[in-house]
């Protein structure tokens, strides 16, 4: 598993992410404070605090090509 943080600052940003997540097979959550959610779930990110960094948890060792395209969003 890897754990690294990300900003997501628009309507947009939400999307393209929630697009590159939902490519890959294995399961990626995001931990805001108390609350974690689903990457691929769209309604489940905006529920979040999106003013504030977001821990992304991503339940695989090889996610080389994953990290690469969501390179934009991390902090």
Do not use: Q, W
């Not at 108390?34 to 691929?40: G, L, N």
């Amino acid at each position: 598993m890897k754990s690294f943080n990300i900003s997501l600052k628009s309507i947009t940003d939400v999307k393209d992410f929630v697009n590159i997540v939902n490519k890959y097979d294995f399961d990626i959550d995001l931990t805001s404070g108390r609350y974690v959610v689903d990457a691929k779930s769209i309604m489940g990110i905006f529920s979040l605090d999106l003013s504030k960094p977001i821990r992304v948890d991503v339940h695989t060792d090889n996610c080389d090509e994953f990290c690469e395209e969501i390179k934009n969003f991390l902090v």
